[in-house]
């Protein structure tokens, strides 16, 4: 008898669960996102910022996959061009010390 009693008391109440805010949007996950007029003037340019913001992270980083690609994407983009600039920096620096700038000496 006791076992159902505390069983009993231990199950949920549907009737007093506290009830979800209710919003216009369909689900509550939906995140709102105010659309202000594009100022002109001295805002003008933060307003621009917004809307390449908006735009960048519809496009991009809204879904999970896109997000992950842009990742993938941007890491082998950022190492081929970190790479070609190590390169380019270490034939600056050693101007006339690597073979291929002084193997015309050298052959014939």
């Given at each position: 008898?006791r076992?159902s009693?505390?069983?009993?008391s ?9 009830r ?9 996950s939906?995140?709102?996102i ?9 805002g003008a340019?933060?307003?621009d910022?917004m809307v390449l913001?908006r ?13 992950a ?21 270490f034939e600056h ?15 014939n």
């Amino acid at each position: 008898m006791r076992s159902s009693q505390k069983s009993q008391s231990t199950a949920y109440d549907f009737q007093h669960a506290p009830r979800a805010l209710s919003t216009p949007y369909k689900s509550q996950s939906t995140a709102y996102i105010p659309q202000q007029p594009l100022r002109r003037g001295a805002g003008a340019g933060r307003a621009d910022k917004m809307v390449l913001l908006r735009q960048v992270y519809g496009s991009l980083f809204r879904r999970s996959s896109t997000f992950a690609l842009s990742i993938v994407l941007g890491a082998v983009l950022f190492e081929r061009a970190f790479d070609q600039g190590a390169d380019a920096l270490f034939e600056h620096l050693n101007e006339g010390k690597l073979w291929k700038h002084i193997k015309h000496k050298y052959e014939n």
